[in-house]
């Protein structure tokens, strides 16, 4: 804690306050697009298991004969505006004008639309003009409040600490606290065989809504010029970096996997890889007396092949399962009859 940071959250606070309460007044107003919404979202920075969860949703939505479509601001990307990365049949951007994480959404589950807009009512309607979706996931949602939904999820990494939650930039949190309540529904992340995190008290007493907990499930690939294979634990010495919001889960998941370490780079969530940090980080492996190395499929997807064909890559795929598919349709159901 720093004395600036105090003063500058109260302000920030002040101005997140002033924002909802004209929401809920009806001063700032809010789109409906008349087909079901599900937003998921958070109430803090950092990686609260926002992807998986969404690409789960989607699956889950395809199964029971619904065809999604993903609207996206796509954080850290180059561009502006609307972007299609993926019109249902192909890719249509790079993982530069897309952002890491809604390309690393499409290029996953290759048959459903994802568009990234800062509006996203303007990526609603773009998709609705020019696809067959009949119902729409739209990630980090919770803040974007110029769209009505129908289902509001948020995602509480079960890592979180009670210091995190402060306002920005004290902590980590985006908003009140107390704003848990306008969304419909938790899903707490990352937890240890579906145990729930130990902040579950403090939850439970301000939200009275549904909840249920999640657990990832790492699968190491291997990842060549062909593209993924799964692998099975490598006996090779390798080199592990990432850039993603929480990569301590990243490490407990190499942990779990009993990979050997030569050495690691953390580096700041939705980093660009430029050709001198490539540089720097090729240097810094050989260094290390490591010929493989290991990262997350967020990073993977912004790695230039050249620097990938100078070692064994070795991916770790990120899996989200919950105890029963039966609570996520439970929760969902209400979208499913619309």
Known sequence: MTPITIPLSLVYGCIIYLRNLFYDLGWFTTE?????????????TGGSGKTPLVIYLANLLIKNGKNPGIVSRGYGRKSQGLVVVHDGKKMKAKVESAGDEPFLMASILKSVPVIVCEDRREAIRHLLNSSKVNIIIMDDGF?????????????????DSKNDYRLLPWGKLREPFKNINRSNAIVFTK?????????????????????????IIPVLMRYDSSGYHKSLPSSEVLFAFCGIGEPDSFFKSIKQLDLKLGGKRIFS???????????ELSAQIKSSNCTAIITTEKDLVKLPESFLDEFETFVIKIEVEFETEKAVL?????????
């Open 32 to 44: 409906d697009f008349k087909l079901p919404i599900i937003s998921v979202g958070n109430i803090t």
């Open 143 to 159: 803040q974007h409040r110029r769209v009505k939904r129908d289902l509001d999820i948020i995602t509480i990494s079960a890592n």
């Open 191 to 215: 937890t240890d065989n579906y145990t729930p995190p130990n902040m579950l008290a403090e939850f439970q007493s301000v939200f009275k809504g549904n909840s249920i907990v999640s657990s």
């Open 269 to 279: 969530d939705h980093q660009e890889y430029t050709e001198s940090v490539i540089t």
């Open 330 to 338: 439970d929760m969902i159901q209400p979208v499913l009859l619309k």
